[in-house]
T-cell receptor, first 113, second 114 residues
Framework: QQQVKQSPQSLIVQKGGISIINCAYE??????FPWYQQFPGKGPALLIA???DVSEKKEGRFTISFNKSAKQFSLHIMDSQPGDSATYFC????????????WGAGTKLIIKP | DSGVTQTPKHLITATGQRVTLRCSPR?????VYWYQQSLDQGLQFLIQ???????AKGNILERFSAQQFPDLHSELNLSSLELGDSALYFC?????????????FGEGSRLTVL
C-alpha cells in the first residue's frame, strides 16, 4: 500500500525525442506527487509536482500526466536534451504533517546527442 | 545551491569505526531529513527531525543515530561501521514537517568504509 513503483529503471533517448517515465501507486490517500531530478554528484532537486485535482501540469518541456482512476502518473520530457541526462525520482505523499514522501526507485535517463 | 550544507563531503574510514555527518539546513527550515543512497540505488529514508524532535523513522539501523540541535543543525552518527555502510548520505530540509513540502537536499557526504 505504501509503495510507489517506477519504471523503467533506465532509459536511453535520442536528442530531441520524448522521454517518458511512469509511476504507479496503491494508496488512494496520496494527494501530492512530486518528481525530483538528480545529477551525478548532486542531491535531488524538485523538478515539478502535481496534486490529484488536475490531470496534467506543464512546466516548460516537462509535463506530469496524472490518471487518478488508474493510480498512475508519468513524467514526459519533450525535446529531450543531453543536459536532461540525470536520475529521476517520482514520489507520493499526503499533505499531512505525519506523512513522509514515499519514493520510487529512480530512472536513470541518458539523452544521446 | 540548495542552501543545505553537509560536511564532510568525503570520508574514508575503516570497519568498526564511528563517524559523524553534519548538516546545516536552509535558513528558516525546521525539518531535517536524512537519506542513504547506495551506488546506483534509490533513496532510503533514515530519519526526520522537526524543530529538535524526532518526527519519523525509516530504515535506520540501530548502529545509526541522529539528533537535531537547538540551532537546527543535525548530526547523523554511524557506529560499528561495516563495508555495506559505504554510501552517499544526504541531508534535506523543508519548512514544514511531512510529505507536502518541497525538500531541499544538500550535496551529500560520501562515506567509504574499507
Amino acid at each position: 500500500q505504501q509503495q510507489v513503483k517506477q519504471s523503467p529503471q533506465s532509459l536511453i533517448v535520442q536528442k530531441g525525442g520524448i522521454s517518458i517515465i511512469n509511476c504507479a501507486y496503491e494508496n488512494t490517500a496520496f494527494d501530492y506527487f512530486p518528481w525530483y531530478q538528480q545529477f551525478p554528484g548532486k542531491g535531488p532537486a524538485l523538478l515539478i509536482a502535481i496534486r490529484p485535482d488536475v490531470s496534467e501540469k506543464k512546466e516548460g518541456r516537462f509535463t506530469i500526466s496524472f490518471n487518478k482512476s488508474a493510480k498512475q502518473f508519468s513524467l514526459h520530457i519533450m525535446d529531450s536534451q543531453p543536459g536532461d541526462s540525470a536520475t529521476y525520482f517520482c514520489a507520493a505523499s499526503r499533505m499531512d504533517s505525519n506523512y513522509q514522501l514515499i519514493w520510487g526507485a529512480g530512472t536513470k535517463l541518458i539523452i544521446k546527442p | 545551491d540548495s542552501g543545505v550544507t553537509q560536511t564532510p563531503k568525503h570520508l574514508i574510514t575503516a570497519t568498526g569505526q564511528r563517524v559523524t555527518l553534519r548538516c546545516s539546513p536552509r535558513s528558516g527550515d525546521l525539518s531535517v531529513y536524512w537519506y542513504q543512497q547506495s551506488l546506483d540505488q534509490g533513496l532510503q529514508f533514515l530519519i526526520q527531525y522537526y524543530n529538535g524532535e524526532e518526527r519519523a523513522k525509516g530504515n535506520i539501523l540501530e548502529r545509526f543515530s541522529a539528533q537535531q540541535f537547538p540551532d537546527l543543525h543535525s548530526e547523523l552518527n554511524l557506529s560499528s561501521l561495516e563495508l555495506g555502510d559505504s554510501a552517499l548520505y544526504f541531508c534535506a530540509s523543508s519548512v514544514v514537517s511531512g510529505g507536502g513540502g518541497e525538500l531541499f537536499f544538500g550535496e551529500g557526504s560520501r562515506l567509504t568504509v574499507l
